[in-house]
C-alpha cells in the first residue's frame, strides 16, 4: 500500500525549461493538493483538486499547472521554469478529519 | 482570512525537559486544527488532530478558542523528537490545509 507516490525526488532544471511533477495515490481519495515548501516558510498550496475532472487555484498557483483526469493521478506542470520556484514541492491527498498523507516530495532546482 | 502563525523558527530544549510548541489561529468559523512532523529526511506525517484529543508519542494539544491557541506539548523531551513541527488549520472548503512557518525542534543531549 504505497499511499501517495511521487516522482522525481530530485531534480535540476535551467531556466526556461519545462517539466512535470508526477504524483500518483492508490487510497481513493478525491481531494488531492500541490503545495511547495520553502524555508522559514511553512508550505503554500498551489493547486488542488476536489475529484476528477475538477481542479482550481490555491494560494500560489502563478507559474504552474495541473491537470486531474482520473481519481489516482494529479500531476503538476512547470512552464518556463525560473529561480523562484526553486523549492521542495508536495502532493497530498485528505482523509477529511483524518488529515493529509503526504508524497515524499520533488526537491527542485532551477539555475 | 484563515492564518496561522508559529512565532518560533527555532526552539531548542535538553532532553528530559518539557516542550511547548506555540501555534496561534486566525479564524472565523469552528476550526479544525492538526500537528505535522517532518523528521529528518522523511515525509510529513500527521501527529495529531485536535478533534481526537489524542495522545501521541507523548505529545498533547489542547484547543483553547479563546486565546485562538493549539499548542503542542511534551512533559519529557526525548531526543528523537528532534523534527520539523508544523501546526495546521482546515477551513474554508475543499478540506485544504493552511500551514504556520513551522518550528524546528532539537533536543539537545
Known amino acids: 500500500n504505497a499511499g501517495v507516490t511521487q516522482t522525481p525526488k530530485f531534480r535540476i532544471l535551467k531556466i526556461g525549461q519545462s517539466m512535470t511533477l508526477q504524483c500518483t495515490q492508490d487510497m481513493n481519495h478525491n481531494y488531492m493538493y500541490w503545495y511547495r515548501q520553502d524555508p522559514g516558510m511553512g508550505l503554500k498550496l498551489i493547486y488542488y483538486s476536489v475529484g476528477a475532472g475538477i481542479t482550481d487555484k490555491g494560494e500560489v498557483p502563478n507559474g504552474y499547472n495541473v491537470s486531474r483526469s482520473t481519481t489516482e493521478d494529479f500531476p503538476l506542470r512547470l512552464e518556463l521554469a525560473a529561480p523562484s520556484q526553486t523549492s521542495v514541492y508536495f502532493c497530498?491527498?485528505?482523509?477529511?478529519?483524518?488529515?493529509?498523507?503526504f508524497g515524499s516530495g520533488t526537491r527542485l532546482t532551477v539555475v | 482570512a484563515q492564518r496561522v502563525t508559529q512565532p518560533e523558527k527555532l526552539l531548542s530544549v535538553f532532553k528530559g525537559a518539557p516542550v511547548e510548541l506555540k501555534c496561534n489561529y486566525s479564524y472565523s468559523g469552528s476550526p479544525e486544527l492538526f500537528w505535522y512532523v517532518q523528521y529528518s529526511r522523511q515525509r510529513l506525517q500527521l501527529l495529531l488532530r485536535h478533534i481526537s484529543r489524542e495522545s501521541i508519542k507523548g505529545f498533547t494539544a489542547d484547543l483553547n478558542k479563546g486565546e485562538t491557541s493549539f499548542h503542542l506539548k511534551k512533559p519529557f523531551a526525548q531526543e528523537e523528537d528532534s523534527a520539523m513541527y508544523y501546526c495546521a488549520l482546515m477551513g474554508g472548503g475543499a478540506q485544504k490545509l493552511v500551514f504556520g512557518q513551522g518550528t524546528r525542534l532539537t533536543i539537545n543531549p
Open positions: 497530498a491527498n485528505s482523509a477529511g478529519d483524518y488529515g493529509y498523507t
